[in-house]
């Protein structure tokens, strides 16, 4: 049985109808909002702008001096914002691998296919995974050590139970027996086991 032919438009549409296309463009402005970089560049471009610098500025109404500065900084600035949006998408690590992951999950829906598998890891997602193995290692010994002292702990008698049954106890090599308190408050002794 072969699979019908998938075209990018079909992802895309697939992506427009159940959101993702939205979701994406969300955390796009979002770290666009918080770049900090973007943020600096803009302030120096219209601190240093023309319309607010030349004279007479001051004299211009609100209005007037936000659709100047729209004029001459609009263009710079949603360039620098282009390729700072470029880098996400393309980032290999972030932003862009979730994009990507995300198309390829769609076409392999759409065409009937099974997701392929993970690619390998780099020596580097290596040696993350192997830390990561280790620190899950150490987390299970921890875990086997606690439960072996707790039933270690359980396995112990209570002072309860050593008060009900009466304890020998060899002091200065001879036994002593102690007595038994009932939980009425007589006193019975046992025997001194020999």
Not at 86 to 91: G, R
Not at 92 to 115: A, F
């Amino acid at each position: 049985m072969a699979s019908h032919v998938v075209t990018p438009e079909d992802v895309l549409e697939s992506l427009m109808n159940d959101g993702t296309i939205d979701g994406i463009r969300m955390k796009i402005i979002a770290q666009l909002k918080a770049n900090e970089d973007m943020k600096k560049n803009t302030m120096m471009m219209v601190e240093q702008s023309k319309v607010l610098n030349t004279p007479g500025a001051e004299k211009k109404t609100k209005r007037e001096l936000f659709d100047a500065l729209r004029r001459e900084l609009e263009t710079p600035v949603l360039e620098k914002a282009s390729k700072a949006v470029w880098e996400l998408i393309l980032d290999n690590n972030g932003l862009g691998k979730e994009i990507t992951e995300t198309v390829e999950r769609v076409y392999c829906r759409l065409s009937g296919q099974d997701l392929p598998p993970p690619p390998p890891p780099s020596s580097e997602g290596q040696q993350k995974e192997n830390e990561k193995e280790e620190n899950i290692g150490r987390e299970e010994g921890k875990k086997a050590k606690e439960m072996d002292i707790s039933e270690s702990l359980s396995r112990k008698r209570s002072f309860g139970d050593m008060r009900m049954q009466g304890a020998d106890v060899v002091v200065n090599g001879s036994s002593k027996q102690f007595p038994v308190v009932s939980d009425d408050g007589a006193q019975t002794s046992s025997k001194p086991k020999t």
